[in-house]
């Protein structure tokens, strides 16, 4: 949240016609020039040093001893305004962050941190780290997890009230309904990537829902949404063998979590 590079750059424009276009041809006219400066270029390149180095992280919301219930509430929520259902979704997402590379996506469910991942994208990463859309950082640590659903609940040291995905738990999705799942971007400049898909039907006797035509655009924990309305239900499990949808209510109760009206 510091400045790493400071200088003036005046820019000029004529053009006739209204005040705000000749404003950005002034504005565009500056930052072409800044980006050709090498010493504004070696600053943003520099390495710099954690910004939270030394301090104790802040895990707003305290939680239960072992496995006892985490309860929520609606209240928790704190959707974006954003009236695109993929927007809305995205700014719910954060990237998962190891110390060498990006280890895959996490959605958030609550203002004060919670959030959902897949488990194996946490198990073994130290020092994790998530990183918001606008680029912002924070430490994140793991409560519990399922192996066997591949889930993990994790806590994150907001900056702030957390943006959240706008979710809900039903008892039951139809077959047929259009579904999106959104995911963290790959790399930092590349954006949330997305992908639509249509729910099947019940994966046998066992946890979650069959979807089509995801394919291999998801690798597991995206949040997935019905497209008419934009709330997320479930998230993607990508367990060996199958690609499923597992339920929020699946999700919440073999983690212990309670969500009260």
Avoid: Y
Avoid at 6 to 15: D, E, H, K, L, Y
Avoid at 141 to 156: K, M, N, Y
Avoid at 201 to 207: D, Y
Wanted: aromatic share 4%; proline share 6%; charged share 20%.
């Amino acid at each position: 949240g510091s400045a790493v590079f400071g200088r003036v750059m005046p820019g000029t424009a004529r053009v006739t016609g209204a005040v705000d276009d000749v404003v950005g041809q002034a504005l565009d006219q500056s930052l072409l020039r800044l980006s050709g400066d090498t010493a504004f270029l070696r600053a943003v390149a520099a390495p710099r040093a954690d910004p939270d180095a030394g301090r104790v992280p802040r895990f707003v919301r305290p939680l239960p001893p072992g496995r006892q219930i985490i309860v929520l509430t609606v209240d928790d929520q704190h959707p974006a305004s954003d009236s695109g259902i993929v927007g809305r979704m995205a700014a719910g997402i954060v990237t998962l962050r190891g110390p060498a590379n990006v280890s895959g996506t996490a959605f958030v469910l609550t203002r004060d941190g919670l959030a959902i991942a897949a488990a194996r994208s946490v198990r073994r990463a130290r020092h994790l780290r998530v990183r918001f859309q606008n680029g912002v950082e924070r430490p994140v640590r793991v409560v519990r997890s399922h192996s066997g659903l591949d889930v993990a609940l994790v806590q994150i040291a907001c900056p702030g009230e957390c943006e959240t995905v706008d979710w809900e738990t039903p008892s039951g999705v139809d077959v047929a309904t259009n579904v999106v799942a959104v995911g963290a971007p790959a790399t930092d400049n590349a954006p949330a990537f997305v992908a639509f898909g249509r729910i099947g039907g019940r994966w046998g006797i066992a946890n979650g829902l069959t979807v089509q035509g995801f394919q291999d655009l998801v690798v597991g924990g995206e949040p997935v949404a019905r497209t008419t309305s934009g709330k997320v239900f479930g998230m993607v499990s990508a367990r060996p063998g199958r690609l499923t949808v597992l339920t929020l209510a699946e999700v919440l109760s073999v983690l212990n979590v309670r969500l009260e009206n």
